[in-house]
């Protein structure tokens, strides 16, 4: 039996199956499945870019499994936590070498507009980048 996840709409719809992705990771990395789930937020508005491409970041980046195995034991934030998670996002955005999200979206946003004014009418596909 498998477990199907059902994603996407019109041509970009996709169904993954869950369950032969699993077989292929270790236990340390499936422990902390639900943590990623809940950081990069529900299945139909994802605050990433998608969930996938967070799947495939973690097997590469240990240091981040070990973050998010962290917080799925507790509601209380550790220090440096959040600075890691910070980091993870920078990675999942294909910008490895930020490790503030706030650094990470201004630059995004400056080689989107360059030097002219945000404004209502340019510029303004905030989706574009990472969450806050």
Do not use: N
């Amino acid at each position: 039996m498998a477990i199907l996840f059902d994603t996407g709409k019109g041509d970009k719809k996709q169904v993954i199956d869950i369950s032969d992705l699993g077989r292929g990771l270790t236990e340390p990395f499936c422990t902390v499945l639900l943590s990623l789930h809940a950081f990069s937020g529900c299945d139909s508005t994802s605050a990433f870019k998608g969930k996938v491409k967070a799947v495939k970041i973690l097997p590469q980046k240990l240091a981040f499994v070990q973050t998010l195995a962290e917080r799925r034991d507790t509601w209380q934030v550790k220090d440096g936590v959040i600075d890691k998670l910070e980091s993870f996002t920078c990675c999942v955005y294909g910008r490895p070498r930020f490790s503030t999200v706030d650094d990470l979206r201004y630059q995004m946003l400056k080689e989107k507009c360059g030097d002219e004014v945000i404004s209502a009418s340019h510029c303004t596909d905030l989706t574009t980048l990472p969450p806050c």
